[in-house]
């Protein structure tokens, strides 16, 4: 899992276990589930293993550069 998908789900599981405002525990849940959906297809690429390190260039990246 990519650290911007840990921080947004720690952040919901934090808003919803403290005594906050219901606008601030809105606004993170709505911030979170944002940069959840953003990274989607990264967060799959993660979980089936194909997502390149930090510093390596992307299998697409090749195909381009080879045209």
Known sequence: MN???LAAL??????????????YR???????????A??????QRLLAG???RLGQSSPESKTESQI
């Open 3 to 5: 650290k911007r998908t």
């Open 10 to 23: 720690t952040a919901i599981a934090l808003i919803l276990g403290l005594e906050q405002p219901l606008p």
């Open 38 to 43: 953003r990274h989607r297809a990264n967060i």
């Open 26 to 36: 809105l606004l993170v849940i709505a911030g979170s589930i944002y940069v959840i």
């Open 50 to 52: 194909t997502e390149p």
